[in-house]
């Protein structure tokens, strides 16, 4: 996997945020076979910046799992940069760090926490976890309130957290009815550089969000169905091609539109099954499994997924 330490252009491009193959033993145990076909299948896409994290259930995962997948992503090829995710609990955190430390991954990401919470506890909180660890923190805020109740309080905290180097960069994934209006995303692109913060909710958002607010790149889930699809999509943002971008974007809503329904990160652990990529096996409590009616469904969306993405002219790259 790739250790260089990360800059501003690190963040110029998609992250594909995974899900977590598991055998259907009694234990639910990680199947890193399955796990290499799909980041295979990713970086064979072109999409190289992979996140395990919410898609992949890491909120809960035991810590012993959490060891041998950290092992497993420290082996990744040298293309791939590979970020594990930490938290959200402080406490969970800190163990994880200690963990984290024996590698050398460029960051993690630290998992929103809705416990009680202040923008003071919270960069305190967050320094120590990246001193502990080693190495700096990637936010992912999925909540305005997520630093506090005082608004402008915790958007100051993650200033001064990114101008000390504590945090390297913010996955923003505050839903909005209307993305074209949010006022937390312009106060946040007031005080932090707008290169360190990348749009963090999929397609749906991502061509607005690069367009109209400047963001450099975008996360994906459904990408990792189509991560070829998904690279031509920024390519065309990158070039300012934004017709052909809203085209690419629409291939991607029919499962998009699912995950909204039923769940992101149960839909998607269910489509790159049902799509032939990688068998995902069963999902860990506290989610239950996508019933038979709903992988129809979904079988349907992420099949129609890949038949786009055969699409692409052979060489044709992003």
Not at 108 to 117: E, Q, S, V
Not at 144 to 154: I, T
Not at 164 to 171: A, H, M
Not at 220 to 248: I, K, N
Request: hydrophobic residues 45%; glycine residues 10%; aromatic residues 6%.
């Amino acid at each position: 996997m790739r250790t260089t330490p990360v800059a501003p252009p690190d963040l110029a491009g998609v992250f594909a945020v995974p899900p977590l193959a598991r055998r259907r033993d009694v234990k639910r145990s990680l199947d890193f076979e399955a796990n290499d076909r799909l980041v295979a299948h990713i970086v064979g896409g072109g999409l190289t910046r992979l996140v395990w994290g919410g898609n992949a259930f890491l909120y809960h995962v035991a810590l012993d799992e959490y060891a041998a997948l950290l092992s497993w992503m420290s082996d990744l090829d040298d293309r791939v940069w590979a970020i594990p995710s930490v938290g959200p609990a402080y406490g969970r955190a800190m163990d994880q760090a200690l963990l984290l430390r024996r590698f050398s991954f460029p960051a993690a990401m630290l998992l929103p926490c809705h416990d009680p919470r202040d923008a003071e506890g919270l960069e305190t909180g967050v320094r120590e976890i990246a001193d502990l660890a080693g190495i700096p923190l990637i936010l992912y805020l999925k909540d305005e309130r997520g630093f506090g109740s005082n608004l402008d309080a915790g958007l100051d905290s993650v200033a001064r957290l990114v101008d000390t180097g504590v945090v390297v960069g913010i996955k923003y994934a505050v839903v909005r009815e209307d993305p074209a209006v949010d006022p937390y995303l312009d106060g946040l692109l007031a005080r932090v550089d707008r290169r360190r913060v990348v749009s963090g909710m999929g397609e749906r958002p991502a061509v607005l969000h690069l367009r109209d607010f400047g963001l450099p790149g975008f996360t994906t889930g459904s990408g990792c169905v189509a991560p070829a699809l998904c690279s031509r999509l920024f390519a065309a943002c990158a070039r300012g091609d934004w017709d052909a971008a809203g085209a690419l974007r629409s291939q991607f809503l029919p499962l998009e539109d699912l995950r909204d329904r039923w769940g992101p990160a149960p839909v998607l652990h269910a489509a790159v099954d049902l799509a032939g990529i990688a068998a995902t096996g069963p999902i860990p409590p506290y989610v239950s499994e996508i019933d038979e009616l709903r992988r129809a469904a979904i079988a349907e969306a992420a099949t129609g997924l890949v038949a786009s993405e055969s699409q692409i002219p052979s060489g044709a790259g992003a």
